[in-house]
């Protein structure tokens, strides 16, 4: 079950909110973990008691920390927490690629790996990981105190709002509103218009632009239409399906009372690569600064030891993306080196021209990241050289309907019109009109993308096999 899909839209999100109202405020955590719990074993009862089994580590774990406070034990069964959590992803993220990898040169003497049956990766796991680790690591470091109500840490690592792909929240941010909170209608109404417009996102504009990536990507031969045009629509699909996710959950956090972080800051407008990181995934960067990059020494020990310290953050955050592909780990090596040259080498240039640099580098960084292997990215790579020509094909022409320029023009217009809306003086002196606008015409928005998704099916977001 997906947040774009009817069953969600019409059945799970009505149901749920209807129980989470009806249900005293002392009690509601009880009904957001079971509300939880049958979102994520809707797609997977097995996997159910996988995510049980790793909040009951955590939980118990956290206890066990504050207990020794500090003690040289402490740290050690950190390292035992931290490792579970990791083996446990890396085992779903990476052991089909790890035998596939060894099956190409090692079939003969293993032929037992020509049976391997392919592991599936279970959706959410990875922000799972993430949040559990950050709070194991909080409560070692003292910095919040370990939760000693098991249904409150089960209701914070299970949220289906941001569950399956982000933003990443730490357990400091909501361990008040965990306690107590006091959802009203106005932060109820705020948070629908937030859901409303990244459905939007999601459905009128990623949506429509797959088409056109999933054509571009797999040419044998694109030419430089082809292949910037494909590049392009992946770089608009991946913000906005991703953005529209972090939308949906933030709107749903505030129907609920809760108040998750901003997860985008408009990262395509960053000036350099150090501010896309900034922009892009905000839960995520600041993740891996406060919990990999600071640990490993951040820039506190020379020009060398930081370089190496970004390259191996970003490389280690191309493979916590990755799965199904050794591309992830390249493209966070290849941020790790552009963050590495922006640190010790900064330019002074006109700033629309490092914005279009910027730009650049992750359109072109994007390009691996989205091909199957390196051999497709090559491909795209030479595409975009011109070497294949640069009229667009026949393919790429049919992918170019009017129906999905019609949706994605729609999309744009429910997505910019609060801030037109706020820039101009005659909208702006109309007040609470204007708002009452801007309410109806994210519920249009949110109808017209119910009927898409009725015609087109649900389309998992991106993020969900990350």
């Known amino acids: 079950m997906v947040f774009a899909s009817l069953e969600f839209l019409l059945l799970f999100l009505p149901a749920f909110l209807a129980l989470y109202f009806l249900t005293p405020a002392a009690h509601r955590n009880v009904t957001l973990l079971l509300g939880s719990w049958v979102f994520y074993g809707w797609w997977s ?10 909040t009951g580590l955590a939980w118990s774990g956290g206890m066990a920390l504050a207990r020794m406070k500090g003690e040289r034990s402490g740290r050690w069964l950190l390292w035992v927490l931290v490792t579970i959590n990791l083996a446990v992803l890396g085992w779903f993220k990476y052991a089909n690629i790890a035998v596939e990898t060894v099956a190409a040169v ?21 922000f799972t ?7 194991l690591v909080d409560v070692h470091g003292q910095t919040v105190r370990a939760e000693r109500s098991p249904l409150r840490f089960a209701t914070y690592l299970a949220m289906f709002g941001h569950l399956v792909a982000g933003p990443i929240i730490r357990y400091a941010r909501i361990a008040g509103e965990l306690r107590r909170r006091s959802p009203t209608w106005l932060s109820f109404s705020r948070g629908a218009k937030r859901f409303m417009t990244g459905l939007c996102m999601k459905v009128l504009i990623a949506d429509s632009l797959a088409p056109v990536v999933d054509t571009a990507f797999p040419l044998a031969a694109p030419s430089f239409a082809d292949a910037w045009l494909g590049c392009l629509a ?57 919990y990999l990059y600071i640990p490993l020494g951040g820039n506190r020990h020379g020009a060398a030891r930081t370089s190496l310290n970004l390259l191996v953050t970003m490389t280690l955050a191309g493979i916590w993306h990755g799965g199904d592909s050794w591309n992830y780990m390249f493209w966070g090596a290849a941020h790790g080196l552009a963050l590495c040259i922006a640190h010790w080498w900064p330019t002074r240039m006109p700033r629309g021209l490092s914005r279009l640099l910027t730009l650049l580098f992750v359109m072109l960084a994007w390009t691996l990241f989205r091909s199957h292997d390196l051999a497709q990215a090559t491909t795209m790579y030479a595409g975009q050289l011109g070497l294949n020509g640069f009229v667009p ?56 993308s119910c009927s898409l998704v009725a015609s087109r099916g649900a389309i998992p977001f991106l993020y969900f096999q990350f």
């Open 45 to 54: 009862p097995l996997y159910l008691a996988l995510f049980i089994a790793l």
């Open 106 to 126: 090692a079939i003969p003497l293993f032929p037992e790996l020509a049976r391997w049956q392919q592991v599936v990766f279970p959706i959410g796991l990875s």
């Open 129 to 135: 990981v993430l949040q559990a680790i950050s709070y």
């Open 234 to 290: 992946y770089a608009l699909q991946l913000y906005f399906d991703f953005a529209g996710y972090s939308a949906m959950a933030i709107g749903l956090g505030l129907m609920l009372g809760f108040h998750f972080p901003e997860n985008f800051r408009h990262p395509y407008l960053a000036v350099d690569i150090q501010d896309f990181w900034r922009r892009w995934h905000i839960s995520l960067s600041g993740w891996l600064r406060d």
């Open 393 to 448: 094909g026949d393919a790429m022409t049919l992918a170019l309907r009017p129906t999905m320029w019609l949706a994605f023009a729609a999309g744009m217009a429910w997505i910019a019109w609060p801030a037109i809306a706020r820039t101009l003086p005659v909208l702006a002196r109309l007040g609470g009109a204007t708002a009452a606008a801007s309410s109806v015409s994210a519920t249009l928005g949110f109808l017209l």
